[in-house]
């Protein structure tokens, strides 16, 4: 039946991805390859009263159909939330409750990409975005990152290059899979270019307050003038991913366009759930259980970071995020990542991460991969990194360090 199918799902082969998290999943091995947050961060407890007291205050009509855009109580404190940790100044009107954040990525992907479309990611970028865009069939121009974020030059050589692009994606804060971190310089220029050449910024930030060292900065969307960045985040990160709850910021036209194509799809984000969320922040403090979750997480980064120093070969590079879920490892050039994972690391280190392929849009580049630090313990970290790392140095015959940095691919 598989003629039956459409391109777009034809194309989308996500085979190689389903057998590294099957692997993953296998309890002998120490996978650094899912993106989870620590499951005994949760409130539990916190929420499950906050879904009782919110049932219970609101009586038979929370069980009914509600609006689109989502509860206006919670819409408001997010308003509020983005002025205070956001430097971004906007009313509950401008927000859209979304499940997680990767339904607003479908939602602004469905609303601006035409079959062949062009827009920029980064290289590498987040696979789930780019699992959400190739449905879309767009054209990719793909931007390299460095310590500092998105490659601004190259960025702007792209632009210059292609005026047909619509949409730039960007991961500013604590960047899915490298955890780099969008200097403010390069958020300037970034919308002075949008600005320049007619273009949408997609700005996903689900782990802006993530952060466990260094200054907080203004989102992109604080530098908006023209209102052509759309701003991402969600609960995942902050309190359970379970919720599915995101929230997705734009300009009033964008925002009428957005409501209607979300309608289309499930017509309301459940509603129970968004009271529920509603409650918790009117009974707790958000700010302290992010404080609490930024100890362990900076706890859990430091462990990774030591064993890292102490155990890889030196030919090997990694960066040191300030925040966020990952750190990203560069192995010499002529390293397949994927093949050493699925021959020699699974095998004998007994240690999953997700090599570096499948998170460029080019699928290109090869030597490296993404290890995530905040769904295991210190110890089990320590370990994990020690097995990796001994394995590796039988694996990495020292040459010059690589460094990744993609040709654009058209
Ligand atoms: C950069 C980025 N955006 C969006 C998401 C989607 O998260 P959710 O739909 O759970 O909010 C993730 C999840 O890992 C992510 O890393």
């Not at 194309?11 to 991805?17: A, I, K, W, Y």
């Not at 009509?61 to 109580?73: D, H, I, K, V």
């Not at 359970?240 to 979300?262: D, E, H, Y």
């Amino acid at each position: 039946m598989k003629e039956l199918l459409a391109q777009r799902v034809l194309t989308n082969d996500t085979s190689d991805l389903d057998e590294i998290f099957k692997n993953s999943a296998n309890p002998a091995n120490i996978s650094f390859a899912g993106g989870f947050p620590d499951q005994h961060l949760f409130p539990a407890a916190e929420l499950q009263q906050a879904y009782r007291d919110a049932i219970e205050t609101t009586g038979p009509s929370l069980f009914q159909y509600a609006s689109t855009q989502g509860l206006p109580a919670l819409r408001q404190k997010l308003a509020d939330r983005m002025r205070s940790h956001a430097s971004v100044d906007v009313t509950a009107d401008d927000i859209l409750l979304t499940q997680g954040g990767q339904q607003a990525i479908d939602l602004v992907a469905k609303l601006l990409l035409n079959h062949g479309d062009a827009m920029v990611v980064e290289g590498p970028t987040y696979m789930g975005a780019l699992a959400a865009f190739d449905t879309y069939e767009p054209t990719y121009y793909e931007v390299p990152v460095d310590n500092h974020g998105m490659d601004i030059k190259v960025l702007r050589q792209t632009l210059k290059a292609h005026p047909e692009i619509k949409l730039i994606y960007t991961v500013p804060d604590f960047h899915n899979p490298t955890g780099t971190t969008l200097s403010a310089k390069r958020r300037q220029a970034m919308v002075a270019l949008a600005n320049q050449y007619n273009v949408i910024i997609l700005e996903d930030s689900p782990y802006r307050d993530l952060r466990y060292s260094g200054q907080a900065l203004p989102a992109i969307k604080h530098y908006d003038t023209e209102g052509r960045v759309i701003f991402i985040s969600s609960f995942s990160k902050i309190l359970s991913p379970a919720l599915r709850t995101g929230w997705l910021v734009a300009s009033p036209t964008l925002m009428t366009q957005l409501i209607g194509l979300k309608s289309a799809i499930d017509v309301q984000s459940p509603n129970i759930t968004l009271a529920a969320i509603n409650t918790y922040l009117d009974q707790h403090d958000i700010d302290q259980h992010i404080a609490t979750i930024n100890q362990a997480y900076r706890e859990k980064r430091d462990a990774m970071l030591s064993a890292l120093d102490r155990y890889f070969p030196k030919n090997v590079t990694y960066t040191r995020p300030n925040g966020g879920f990952f750190i990203w490892v560069t192995l010499p050039t002529g390293i397949d990542a994927q093949q050493l994972l699925t021959d020699v690391v699974l095998p004998q280190a007994h240690v999953a991460y997700v090599p570096a392929a499948c998170q460029f849009a080019s699928r290109q580049v090869k030597n490296a991969f993404r290890l995530n630090f905040t769904s295991l313990d210190p110890v089990t970290i320590t370990r994990g990194i020690q097995q990796l790392g001994q394995l590796l140095q039988t694996q990495v015959t020292p040459k010059p360090t690589a460094t990744w940095t993609p040709a654009i691919q058209l």
